[in-house]
Nanobody, 120 residues
Framework: QVQLVESGGGLVQPGGSLRLSCTASGNMFALRSMGWYRQAPGQQRERELVATMTNSGSTNYGDFVKGRFTISMDNGKNTLYLQMNSLKPEDTAVYYC????????????WGQGTQVTVSS
């Protein structure tokens, strides 16, 4: 069993920055990718892609990111980061960490989420 624990969320003013962290522990093997998704509050929306990184280091970002966010990974610490700059009120959401691992079959694990609120 793999556990993902997110931290770093909070309240920030528009234009500010936050750095999210996601630490993985447990039965980790055959990493395929890790990433961040978010879900806006108050509506039944699907989680949307924020950023992902494969085990080879390739990255993919949601269109709305537009150079404001950077995903990175510290393999030695089993930790995934998301540096978020120039935050906007529409970035307000619960941010979830995701891990996909496996060889023949892909297992997907989610963290519990961390709230990010952008407001003046």
């Amino acid at each position: 069993q793999v556990q993902l624990v997110e931290s770093g969320g909070g309240l920030v003013q528009p234009g500010g920055s936050l750095r999210l962290s996601c630490t993985a522990s447990g039965n980790m093997f055959a990493l395929r990718s890790m990433g961040w998704y978010r879900q806006a509050p108050g509506q039944q929306r699907e989680r949307e892609l924020v950023a992902t990184m494969t085990n080879s280091g390739s990255t993919n970002y949601g269109d709305f990111v537009k150079g404001r966010f950077t995903i990175s990974m510290d393999n030695g610490k089993n930790t995934l980061y998301l540096q978020m700059n120039s935050l906007k009120p529409e970035d307000t959401a619960v941010y979830y960490c995701n891990r996909r691992q496996g060889i023949l079959k892909t297992t997907e694990i989610w963290g519990q989420g961390t709230q990010v609120t952008v407001s003046s």
